[in-house]
């Protein structure tokens, strides 16, 4: 890919798009790869670059799919034999015994995961603040003065990524609009900073609004561990150990199993926007376009798709 290669990682850092950054340390031929060639691979299993023939291929697309959904690095050697216990070297057997041999570094590139901050209060200023120094892109809101409760929750929910990280810190004065727009995100987290007699307040109103209790059950209050913080600062370093706690320590997904057609008519399919396995018949969020049904984990992303279909069908992400 020569020079290609650097411009072409540009564009991914620019977008944020996740990606494996895969190089060749070491090489012994017949092998075709040879040291310094890289290759992107894309969680879809899409490969840019050339990093070994068609034995190698597959094993490192794998591999890179792996190391994109735990987010660890990986050395592998493939070759028709085994290179000899190295400490941090995975060995895999080539399929198909050419006699040459390859050693990848599998990169995971993936974007600082998204906290969206709720509230003007002292502690949401505190946690916007402290938050970008472990690793998260912060998004704050808040309701502007002579702003009405619809444009809020427009707006904030336009400004949300599915499966982002919420803590809303408004001290009531609008809690309730702004977590009933969030819980539609389907956040990894949603912290409230209350006590829990106001999180049970809040309950009990959007219960009368109709959501359900096993969407009520998501929202975290207190927001935090219990390290018996009472500043500002002391909070928001409450909540952001919550966070680093959830987000290092949760054991990463099963892929999912593809259901038997005789067992179940139910199909998975891959949001086109945001890459979520979502089941086709169990989604709200649906569009048809050019008579297939495109199915959404949110609604958020539906309407970006509805909004420019062409942008999403063929990348390698839509639905089959």
């Not at 697309?61 to 050395?75: D, N």
């Not at 106001?198 to 969407?215: F, M």
Request: hydrophobic content about 40%; proline content about 8%.
């Amino acid at each position: 890919m020569g020079d290609k290669i650097w411009q072409r990682l540009a564009e991914l850092e620019a977008t944020g798009q996740p990606y494996a950054l895969v190089t060749v340390v070491r090489s012994r031929k017949p092998s075709s790869a040879r040291p310094g060639m890289r290759a992107v691979v894309f969680a879809d299993g899409t490969m840019e670059g050339f990093v070994g023939g068609q034995c190698t291929r597959p094993v490192v697309v794998k591999a890179a799919q792996e190391a994109l959904r735990t987010g660890e690095g990986r050395l592998l050697h493939i070759g028709a034999e085994p290179a000899g216990a190295r400490e941090g070297l995975e060995e895999w057997i080539m399929a198909c015994a050419s006699g040459g041999e390859v050693e990848v570094f599998i990169e995971p590139r993936l974007p600082d995961p998204v906290l969206v901050v709720v509230g003007d209060t002292p502690v949401a200023k505190e946690l916007a603040a402290l938050a970008p120094e472990v690793g998260f892109e912060v998004r704050s809101f808040r309701l502007n003065p002579g702003e009405t409760a619809e444009n809020f929750r427009a707006r904030l929910w336009g400004s949300v990524p599915c499966e982002s990280y919420a803590v809303v810190a408004s001290q009531g004065e609008y809690d309730e609009e702004a977590v009933a727009v969030l819980l539609e995100t389907k956040p990894r987290y949603l912290g409230l900073v209350a006590s829990a007699r106001r999180g049970e307040v809040l309950r009990a109103s959007l219960t009368q609004e109709g959501l359900p209790s096993a969407v009520l059950d998501r929202i975290t209050v207190p927001a935090g561990l219990s390290i018996g913080a009472l500043t500002p600062v002391e909070i928001a370093v409450a909540i952001l150990a919550q966070l680093i706690a959830l987000r290092r320590n949760t054991p990463p997904a099963e892929e999912p199993k593809p259901a038997s057609p005789a067992m179940s008519s139910t199909r998975t399919v891959v949001d086109p926007v945001c890459g979520m396995s979502v089941i086709l018949e169990e989604t709200p969020y649906q569009f048809v376009y050019r008579g297939q049904a495109f199915g959404f984990c949110c609604r958020g992303c539906r309407d970006k798709f509805a909004a420019d279909p062409e942008r999403f069908v063929g990348t390698g992400t839509t639905n089959p």
